[in-house]
C-alpha cells in the first residue's frame, strides 16, 4: 500500500490528464448527472469525453480508486461511491509529510483548529461526550510514564474535541495533523517528562479546558486552549 501511495502522489503532482479528469467528475456531480452508485462509461468512451488517452484515464481512475472515490468491479465496470472523508487521510498525511516546513506551519495551524473547535464543542457537546473528557482525564496519570509519555491520552483529549463539535472536518483534518505530530510528541517529551511536577502540569491545563467546556464558558475555552499550548510550548522549549 505504500508503494501505492507514492505512485498516487506522483499522478496527482506530476499528471494534468489527473486534473482534466477530476474536473470531469467534479462537474459531472455538480451537475447531478453522476451520483454514488453510478457506473462510468465505459474506458474507451469514458477518455473520449473527457479528451485523455485510454493510458492517462487508466491511471487517474487507479489513483481515484486509491483515494476512494471509486470502486473497480471485475467484468462490470467503475462505479462512483458515497463520500468517505476518512478514506482521504492516509494520503493527505502522506503529502503533508514531505513538505519540509511541515511542523511549524501544523502547529500554527493545530492552535487555530483547536480553539475554534473548542469554541465549538463548549455548546454542542452532550453530557455522554463531556464524561468521556473527563474520563480521559482520570487515565492521564497512568499513561505519563517511560513508554507512553502521555502521548495517547493527549491526543485521545484533543481528538475527542473534535469530535465533540459535530462537524466531521475537524475530525478529519485534526486526524490527519495528530498522526504526524504523535511521533514528534514522544521524541521531545522524553527528556521533559524527568522534571519534577511536569507530568502534573500537563493534566492540569487539560482539565482547565474540561472545567471551562462544562461551565459552557466559550470565551474561557478558548483560552484555556490557548493556554494550554503556551504551557506546553514553554516545557517542550527547555
Do not use: W
Not at 502547529?107 to 473548542?118: G, I, K, N, W, Y
Request: charged share 25%; hydrophobic share 40%.
Amino acid at each position: 500500500m505504500g508503494n501505492d501511495k507514492t505512485q498516487l502522489y506522483l499522478v496527482l503532482t506530476k499528471s494534468k490528464p489527473f486534473d482534466t479528469v477530476l474536473c470531469y467528475f467534479k462537474e459531472a456531480i455538480l451537475q447531478g448527472t453522476l451520483k454514488p452508485g453510478d457506473c462510468l462509461l465505459p474506458e474507451r468512451e469514458l477518455a473520449e469525453r473527457v479528451g485523455v488517452s485510454r493510458a492517462s484515464l487508466r491511471e487517474t481512475l487507479r489513483a481515484l480508486e486509491i483515494l476512494g472515490v471509486i470502486v473497480s468491479v471485475p467484468g462490470q465496470g467503475s462505479y462512483i461511491l458515497p463520500p468517505n472523508i476518512r478514506s482521504l487521510s492516509s494520503f493527505f498525511e502522506l503529502m503533508l509529510a514531505l513538505k519540509p516546513t511541515i511542523s511549524e506551519n501544523i502547529m500554527e495551524f493545530r492552535l487555530a483548529l483547536e480553539c475554534e473547535a473548542v469554541r465549538l464543542a463548549t455548546h454542542r457537546a452532550t453530557p455522554q461526550e463531556l464524561g468521556y473528557l473527563r474520563e480521559i482525564i482520570d487515565r492521564m496519570p497512568e499513561s505519563l510514564d517511560r513508554d507512553q509519555l502521555g502521548v495517547e491520552t493527549d491526543y485521545e483529549f484533543h481528538l475527542a474535541v473534535m469530535r465533540a463539535t459535530h462537524n466531521e472536518l475537524f475530525v478529519f483534518v485534526y486526524e490527519i495533523i495528530g498522526a504526524l505530530l504523535k511521533r514528534s510528541h514522544y521524541e521531545r517529551r522524553v527528556g521533559v517528562l524527568s522534571i519534577n511536577g511536569v507530568g502534573e502540569k500537563f493534566i492540569k491545563v487539560h482539565e482547565s479546558v474540561y472545567d471551562a467546556m462544562l461551565q459552557g464558558n466559550e470565551a474561557l475555552a478558548v483560552e484555556s486552549m490557548k493556554r494550554h499550548f503556551q504551557v506546553i510550548n514553554e516545557f517542550l522549549k527547555n
